[in-house]
């Protein structure tokens, strides 16, 4: 799946085009989850723009373990990599 293979859901939140029945609502609510849960204000541990950049171009899998793990537990790169989707997509749309 590439940049280009994404709409926009509920919340506008970029979804891939191929999601299920279900899982916009269930992607908002993990999204609202995390930021209850880890808002991570002092960015402890954040593994920085470029590698959250590596994530969003990657076209095979995605193999650091950390930052996965990382981006599931503060809503600081959360919210950095939804906007990184969102420069990607909005530099290819203008292409």
Known sequence: MNRDEFKTGPGGYDLPTDVEPGEPELLEAFDRWVHTAYPNRERTGCPGRSVLMALALAK???EDEYTLTHIGRCAACLDDLK???RELTEAGSSR
Request: no cysteine.
């Open 83 to 85: 906007q990184i989707k």
């Open 60 to 62: 095979e899998k995605f």
